[in-house]
């Protein structure tokens, strides 16, 4: 794909400049005390009634039959397979609105910006093997009080992180400690009521990267066996941290490793060797968990991490001309597969976080989950801003040309299922302490 990326637009790679910027630790953050991490109980969910859809994946608009299952609390000791399953009508819709937290990206604010089309909203996941309840943000508040959780990564990191933040400010408000970098790329709010901490790492590589500029490089430069001091300083202070980039990787690159040039990703003229960008994201993401574990396993304090799998995006037609992402309706069960670029950036993922677990297995208190939700997201066609990135995009009638985002995701929509999958994880870990 080279410099034909989806992101170029939406995201506006120009302008993102190489500052590093400076650090700034709070004197309030933790000096690796582990709390109750090991002794906390979270209270067992038993027999808890929830509301569940029973319908089929059919599109048509009718409101699902609704039955009620009751929840054993085995269903939080099970590991549950998340990745296959298929979307369900669901008349609760989402827990949030554009006006909950205050936070939610301007271009990723769909509702403000005047999309119409509210069915993408009534849709909710439902696993093969499982039932994935709705996020509660109080049992998330119960289970990771007096904890800092870290979303690193890229702009798809932060989408996520938005969309936690806009869930758990349903029960508790936000305060903004800290922000800083363009685009307000480093965010830490803090939730008195649980002292719960939530941070955003710019990191769209993980390791250590300077990113293309205007007067820097035209590429970008990444050094894959060095972790991304950014976040990496503050690693002693976080007690979970979420993964996630992929996009980024798809840019012309040169990459370096042990202080040499180990080839590159689309760079003519520079006489380096084409290795494309499969192995270095591997290498990356290697580096990242290897880093945390190497980090972590003397602390005596461990760490949750996740790894949140490829988000495909939807453009169709060719992205630079008016590649859009029209449709209003997930696609049904066996009709889309992942495959092709998706499925290896997914695979690479799976892989290196099943290695670390390996690896992690002799020093306690690690653990690590992969948050599959490339196949989930692969068939939410209909949950990108699209022509909803800009405010009000037909004001001024239909024009023929129209940038459009089918990268990230509304808010609310279906990235808030990646943290309903996480809850869900998290509450598993907790209860079979
Ligand atoms: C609040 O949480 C932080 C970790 O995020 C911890 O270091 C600190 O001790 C907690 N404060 C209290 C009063 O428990
Ligand atoms: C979940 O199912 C997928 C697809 O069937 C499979 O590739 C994956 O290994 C399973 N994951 C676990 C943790 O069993
Ligand atoms: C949005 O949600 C808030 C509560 O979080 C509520 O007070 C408000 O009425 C909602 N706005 C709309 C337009 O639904
Ligand atoms: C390109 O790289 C090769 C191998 O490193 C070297 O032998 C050659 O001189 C280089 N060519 C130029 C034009 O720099």
Same mark, same amino acid.
């Given at each position: 794909? *080279? ?43 038993? %027999? ?21 299952? @009751? ?25 949030? %609105? ?18 119409? !089309? ?50 758990? #400010? ?40 300077? &990113?293309?500029?205007?007067? *820097? ?84 304090? *461990? ?38 670029? !998706? #499925? ?6 799976? &892989? ?74 998290? @509450? @598993?870990?907790?209860?079979? &302490?």
């Amino acid at each position: 794909m *080279g410099v034909t990326s989806p992101l170029k637009g939406p995201t506006r790679s120009r302008s993102f400049t190489t500052k590093l910027l400076p650090y700034v630790l709070y004197a309030s953050f933790s000096i690796a005390l582990c709390r109750f991490y090991f002794h906390f109980f979270p209270f067992l969910v038993s %027999n808890r009634i929830i509301l569940t859809s029973s319908s089929s994946s059919s599109p048509s608009p009718s409101p699902p039959s609704l039955s009620f299952f @009751r929840e054993e609390e085995t269903a939080y000791e099970t590991p549950c397979n998340y990745t296959n399953g298929r979307w369900v009508h669901d008349k609760m819709g989402p827990l949030y %609105n554009g006006t909950t937290c205050g936070t939610i990206k301007d271009g990723q604010n769909c509702i403000s910006h005047g999309r119409a !089309d509210l069915g993408y909203l009534y849709w909710r996941w439902q696993p093969n093997q499982c039932q994935l309840p709705r996020f509660d943000p109080n049992t998330f508040f119960n289970l990771v009080s007096n904890k800092h959780i870290a979303f690193v990564g890229d702009s798809m990191a932060r989408n996520q992180w938005e969309s936690l933040l806009c869930m758990l #400010a349903t029960a508790s408000n936000p305060n903004p400690i800290y922000t800083n970098g363009e685009d307000n790329k480093f965010r830490t709010w803090h939730f008195d009521s649980h002292n719960v901490t939530v941070s955003v790492y710019w990191s769209p590589f993980l390791v250590r990267g300077v &990113e293309k500029s205007k007067d *820097g490089p035209d590429h970008n430069e990444l050094y894959v066996d060095v972790v991304d001091d950014r976040w990496g300083s503050d690693l002693d202070h976080l007690d979970t941290v979420v993964l996630s980039v992929g996009h980024w990787f798809l840019h012309p690159a040169v990459y370096y490793e042990g202080g040499s040039v180990l080839g590159c990703h689309y760079c003519p003229g520079l006489n380096h060797t084409e290795i494309g960008f499969y192995g270095v994201m591997r290498k990356a993401i290697k580096t990242a968990l290897e880093t945390i574990i190497e980090r972590k396993m003397g602390s005596g304090c *461990g760490i949750d991490v996740f790894l949140t799998s490829f988000s495909p995006s939807h453009f169709e037609g060719e992205w630079d001309k008016a590649g859009a992402c029209p449709k209003t309706e997930p696609y049904k069960e066996g009709e889309k597969m992942v495959e092709g670029m !998706d #499925a290896d950036m997914r695979s690479i993922a799976v &892989e290196e976080i099943e290695a670390a677990k390996v690896n992690a297995k002799q020093f306690g208190r690690l653990r690590l989950e992969i948050l599959d939700v490339t196949k989930l997201s692969l068939m939410r066609r209909d949950g990108h801003p699209g022509p909803y990135m800009y405010r009000f995009p037909f004001a001024d009638g239909v024009r023929e040309h129209v940038q459009n985002d089918c990268v990230h995701w509304c808010l609310p929509g279906p990235i808030d299922t990646w943290n309903q999958i996480m809850l869900h994880v998290i @509450r @598993r870990w907790r209860g079979g &302490e």
